[in-house]
């Protein structure tokens, strides 16, 4: 079943083409990869699905449900979980109540948003600095906070920015691990963007690579990653070895 | 009412406008500029106006005259405030920011009620209760000699941040931040000068209003207002601007003091404010683009 | 009552118990002056919390609070006078009429984007026109002042609020206590977690799935609708309403240095704040008295001064500070 469909989507600021006519379907269960180099417009993608920016053409359905141009709260409601490039955690908040705010979303009283909210925790293995306060916590904390945050609004479809730049390779392996973890047992799908190719290829079933805003290849990781185009945009010969 | 009363209404509320753009002047570069919100903005005119009247009881100085060394100690206030206190607070969050200036807008204001009283003082030049005639017009001297003044030293701000070398310099502070300090830049000396001019303009405008308007304490927080009304209308960061949101504000608040009753003028004012605020925040003159 | 006392530590229950204890049995010991002075710092307090709401929790700034205990204090003060209406009454319809302004100035600041410090000046701006509005109207006699009646015989009536200052100070006692309580639960609820992510990253809220237009929005109107009760208790308490003073920015501005100084977003910081400031300025007036000095004035220097010394030395205002060193915060904020 496909749970998003991207067709022909762009977005220009001013003179710059960020994104140009891109198509992406995105089935139930999958784990999708969005690689190419700095300013290819993977981000700018990202905001138009989650609704921080508004797409100039093209269209995007969630389970079949149009949701081009509605605010970031109602496609957070529908069911898209994201987290920033840039970690944006509640910093003057705890960690469980960061969590808290997301799961509040799905269950009306405090007592048990806060109990869904110590499950996400153990699942990212946050759950022992639950009482420190954001503001306190180390970078792959952070993110992993992020994430739990995320994943408390109980979506169908998780984007991820970048969450594995800054992570040490051990810290990289826990997450792809924990992210696996949420696909196998839940089904969840992930749609992710990485520069961490080693992250990438551990996780990601299909590929997408884009490039000066377009889409320039697609498809099965070790397929993609061979492909002259991409490796001459972007991986370099090195990254094959 | 026959046209030439509004017309004279309408000069002088013009001409005064322009004293308020002066005033404002000074709002628009702090805040163009350092990006602070200078909430003390009108408490500082008001200091200004009863150094004037000081100045003008002991030495018999008129204000168009005081106006110089009036700057000059707006210009010292100006640079020690942001260079002592204000500096530190630029990574603190906006409201923080605002709340620093209010403390300091209260400590002016009571400083000067305790100092001076909440009784009026005006200062009574010669010219006082001179008038040109220009047709059917009659011009008020203190007003025209107010405007001329207001626009000179607008001028020589404008030139000042135009030609000098250290006008670029702080252009570019306000352009881009980190930009000026790689290019090794002393941005907060920069910076405080740039208070401190925007302070000296306070002053300036201070010394002229004086010779339109009597000096209370409560005239503190009524000309910040003013200040920013003026300021946003016109276009926040935009010196052109300023000068022509004061004299639209010193335009509606004439013509509405006469059309209406007088004390009710500043509702136009507030009104214009609403407006500006919800449709064209970036005010008349104003870049959208930061 | 759980969830209320849910995260304070044992020992901060004991000192709140005992605070309360102290607070009921003052009037007993104090002269009539000093009661006028704690109606004050109960007072301001409870608007303190009032305000705090907005701007403690949900993050906006409203230096034009003076508008809704005005149109609270104008609204029952006339329905009193001119047709014998009790204040509790008078405040059903009040509430609704501070909301009311609360909802018009939040649905046009919100849906416009007017944020921060643009927010600040437009609640300014509306609380200004009030001022000058109300000079001009005639039914609340404009500038001339509207005059409450005021009760000959100095008995306590509770129902008409006419009676001594120890009726008032109770009163107040009471809504100040009240208001703490409405504070807690709402900072413990679903709606107080949405407003404390709204305050830290408003985008990231948005992300998040809150409808952050709704929330603060609501942040407003139940902080104006809470402020409405000051309003009346001004009309009652002061008997005399001059639009000059009751919507002038000076108000506005006074009833949040007590919050600020005390801490804001903290549920005590309003009400410590309240206290330090009406305690120093008395202190500040009884010495330049002793001293032959009457300086108008002098407070409002002195209030400046503690928020700027606040503001420099202390951001997080006294009340954290304190709680730290008496070990008194076992709960989240």
Excluded at chain 3, 61 to 77: E, I, R
Excluded at chain 3, 248 to 260: Q, T, V
Aim: aromatic share 10%; glycine share 10%.
């Amino acid at each position: 079943m496909t749970l998003l469909s991207i067709k022909g989507v762009s977005k220009r600021f001013r003179g710059l083409t960020a994104v140009d006519r891109v198509d992406l379907d995105v089935a139930s269960g999958e784990i999708w990869g969005v690689i190419g180099p700095n300013g290819a417009g993977k981000t700018t993608l990202f905001n138009m699905i989650a609704g921080q920016l508004s797409p100039d053409a093209g269209s995007i359905e969630l389970a079949g449900r149009s949701i081009h141009g509605l605010s970031p709260d109602v496609i957070c409601r529908l069911g898209i979980g994201r987290t920033f490039q840039l970690v944006r955690p509640f910093r003057g908040l705890s960690v469980e109540d960061n969590v808290i705010v997301g799961s509040l979303l799905r269950h009306a009283k405090v007592g048990d948003a806060r109990e869904r909210a110590h499950e996400l925790l153990r699942r990212v293995d946050l759950y022992a600095k639950r009482g420190q306060i954001a503001a306190s916590l180390t970078l792959p904390d952070r993110k992993r906070l992020e994430v739990a945050r995320a994943l408390a609004t109980g979506p169908k479809l998780l984007l991820l920015d970048e969450v594995m730049a800054g992570l040490r390779p051990t810290e990289a392996d826990r997450m792809v691990a924990a992210l696996r973890e949420l696909n196998r047992d839940t089904g969840m799908t992930i749609v992710l963007i990485e520069h961490v190719m080693r992250a990438v290829m551990a996780l990601a079933n299909q590929i997408l690579v884009l490039h000066h805003g377009a889409a320039i290849a697609r498809g099965r990781p070790e397929t993609v990653v061979r492909l002259p185009a991409v490796i001459e945009s972007y991986l370099g010969t090195d990254a094959l070895a | 009412m026959p046209l030439d009363v509004y017309l004279n209404v309408a000069i002088s509320g013009l001409l005064t406008g322009l004293v308020y753009g002066l005033m404002a002047l000074g709002l628009s570069c702090i805040f163009g500029v350092v990006r602070i919100v200078n909430f003390a903005h009108g408490e500082m005119m008001t200091a200004a106006m009863y150094i004037a009247v000081v100045l003008f009881q002991a030495f018999g100085l008129d204000p168009l005259i005081a106006m110089v060394p009036i700057a000059a100690v707006l210009f010292v206030f100006g640079y020690a405030l942001q260079r002592g206190v204000i500096n530190s607070f630029v990574t603190r969050p906006e409201s923080t920011q605002f709340l620093l200036m209010i403390a300091i807008a209260i400590i002016i204001v009571n400083a000067l009620l305790i100092t001076f009283g909440p009784d009026a003082r005006g200062v009574q030049t010669s010219y006082a209760y001179d008038s040109y005639a220009l047709g059917p017009l009659i011009v008020d001297a203190t007003k025209l000699y107010a405007a001329v003044a207001a626009i000179l030293v607008a001028a020589a701000l404008f030139g000042f941040f135009r030609f000098t070398l250290t006008g670029t310099a702080i252009r570019a502070c306000a352009d881009n931040h980190t930009g000026a300090l790689v290019v090794g830049l002393d941005v907060r000396h920069l910076y405080a000068l740039t208070f401190g001019l925007g302070a000296a303009c306070v002053g300036a405008a201070g010394s002229m209003l004086v010779l339109l308007v009597d000096v209370t304490p409560a005239l503190g927080p009524a000309y910040t207002l003013l200040a920013f009304i003026i300021v946003i209308t016109g276009g926040l960061g935009s010196m052109g601007g300023a000068l022509v949101g004061g004299v639209l504000i010193g335009l509606t608040e004439a013509i509405a003091g006469l059309v209406f009753t007088p004390s009710a003028k500043s509702m136009f004012s507030f009104a214009i404010l609403v407006l500006v605020l919800l449709f064209r925040p970036v005010g008349i003159l104003g870049r959208t683009a930061r | 009552m759980r969830a209320l006392t849910r995260d304070l530590s044992r020992r901060s229950i004991v000192l709140l118990a005992a605070l309360l204890a102290v607070l009921l049995a003052l009037p007993l010991v104090a002269n009539d002056y000093q009661i006028t002075v704690l109606v004050l710092i109960l007072y301001l307090a409870y608007v303190g919390q009032a305000w705090n709401i907005m701007m403690g929790f949900a993050g906006l700034l409203s230096l034009g609070h003076a508008l809704y205990v005005g149109l609270a204090a104008y609204l029952s003060g006339l329905l009193f006078k001119d047709y014998g209406i009790s204040p509790w009454l008078g405040l059903l319809a009040a509430i609704p009429l501070s909301a009311s302004a609360g909802a018009m100035i939040s649905f046009l600041a919100f849906r416009f984007r007017v944020t921060g410090v643009y927010f600040a000046i437009l609640t300014i701006a509306f609380a200004e026109f009030a001022r000058i509005g109300f000079d001009h109207l005639a039914i609340v006699n404009g500038s001339g002042g509207l005059f409450l009646p005021v009760a000959q015989n100095p008995r306590s009536d509770l129902w008409l609020l006419r009676g001594p200052p120890t009726m008032f100070y109770y009163v107040i006692l009471a809504a100040t206590v009240v208001a703490a309580l409405l504070s807690r639960a709402l900072l413990g609820s679903r709606i107080g977690y949405f407003w404390l992510a709204i305050r830290e990253d408003e985008q990231a809220a948005r992300a998040t799935g809150i409808d952050t237009f709704r929330y603060k929005t609501a942040a407003v109107v139940i902080s104006a609708g809470v402020t409405a009760f000051a309003g009346v208790f001004y009309a009652f308490y002061y008997n005399n309403l001059f639009p000059e003073q009751v919507f002038n920015i000076s108000r506005s501005i006074e009833l949040i240095i007590g919050p600020i100084i005390g801490g804001l977003g903290t549920l005590f910081g309003p009400v410590v704040g309240a206290f330090l400031l009406t305690g120093l300025s008395e202190l500040l007036t009884g010495t330049l008295a002793a001293l032959g000095f009457d300086l108008p004035g002098a407070r409002q220097v002195l209030y400046g001064s503690c928020l700027l010394l606040v503001i420099l030395v202390l951001p997080g205002g006294v009340w954290p500070f304190l709680a730290r060193r008496l070990r008194l915060d076992g709960g989240r904020r």
